[in-house]
C-alpha cells in the first residue's frame, strides 16, 4: 500500500483536467492511480490499458503492463 501525498494529488488533478480539456476523461480513480505510479516510479499493471495508455499521450512517462 503505498500513501497518496499532496504531490501525487495535484498530478492526479492535472492529467485529469488535461484529459477533460482533450476531450478524452476517464474514469475519477485512474488519474489517482497513475499518479501514485508516477510519483513512486513504478510501472502500472493492469487489465484497463484503452483509459491508461491516454495518460501517456499527454507526454507522462507513465509504463504500463497489461496483465491480461
Given at each position: 500500500m503505498l500513501p497518496f501525498s499532496p504531490a501525487e494529488g495535484e498530478?492526479?488533478?492535472r492529467i485529469a483536467g488535461e484529459?477533460?480539456?482533450a476531450g478524452r476523461p476517464i474514469?475519477?480513480?485512474d488519474p489517482?492511480?497513475?499518479a501514485i505510479?508516477?510519483?513512486?516510479g513504478l510501472e502500472l499493471v493492469t487489465g484497463?490499458?484503452?483509459h491508461f495508455h491516454r495518460i501517456p499521450?499527454?507526454?507522462y512517462p507513465l509504463t504500463?503492463?497489461?496483465w491480461r
Open positions: 498530478l492526479a488533478g484529459l477533460e480539456l474514469s475519477p480513480a489517482v492511480i497513475a505510479a508516477l510519483h513512486h484497463n490499458t484503452a499521450q499527454l507526454g504500463l503492463v497489461n
